[in-house]
């Protein structure tokens, strides 16, 4: 976005998607990414991990998913809600999203999750309230109904003024032409009143 020259306009909205809503409990631990990696994608997996480390890397993010152990991730996009009606949605996805991926933290223990509302700015004890009730369930369930009209089936996807979804995991220049592109069109629109 800081290469976009009319960036002014853009506005980012994260919205909620589980990939897996299936809850994941019980004594036995799931698999990690890597080891469901390795079985999806068989012998590919090993240079598959490797590139999305590499990707990772370039960016300046230590991806481990070696210790990403796939959980059920709804309470963490209810403290998305509450962290982005606190003016803080990017410091809570930054943090969550380098505790599951680089520290391999259970995303979905409340502890876990209270503790990092606070390292990301959100009062504990509306995190607490949060994860004691059911706060922003109905927003997230919003979400992934409209991500499912938008043919959204994957994380992460970028949907730009309504159009089509596009994987995220695209490099910086596709992106920003992306965003330029819909900038362009959206002056070429004539407004009515």
């Not at 949605?89 to 409340?110: C, F, I, K, S, W």
């Not at 059911?134 to 309504?162: F, H, K, L, M, W």
Request: aromatic fraction near 4%.
């Amino acid at each position: 976005m800081a290469r976009v020259a009319d960036r002014g306009r853009l506005e980012i909205v994260w919205r909620s998607y589980e990939l897996d809503p299936a809850p994941k409990e019980g004594p036995a631990p799931t698999p990690t990414a890597a080891e469901m990696m390795a079985q999806w994608w068989g012998g590919e997996a090993p240079a598959r991990i490797a590139r999305i480390r590499e990707l990772g890397a370039a960016e300046g993010l230590e991806l481990n998913m070696h210790l990403s152990r796939p959980v059920n991730t709804f309470d963490a996009h209810r403290l998305c809600h509450l962290a982005a009606d606190r003016g803080r949605a990017e410091q809570m996805l930054e943090r969550l999203l380098r505790a599951y991926h680089t520290e391999g933290l259970n995303v979905a223990d409340p502890r876990i999750l209270e503790r990092l509302g606070a390292e990301a700015g959100v009062d504990a004890a509306e995190v607490r309230a949060l994860l004691a009730g059911d706060a922003y369930a109905e927003s997230v369930r919003a979400d992934e109904r409209r991500a499912a009209e938008q043919g959204v089936t994957a994380v992460p996807s970028v949907v730009i003024d309504g159009r089509a979804p596009v994987p995220g995991v695209q490099p910086p220049a596709v992106l920003q032409r992306l965003l330029e592109d819909a900038l362009a069109e959206s002056r070429a629109v004539p407004r009515h009143a």
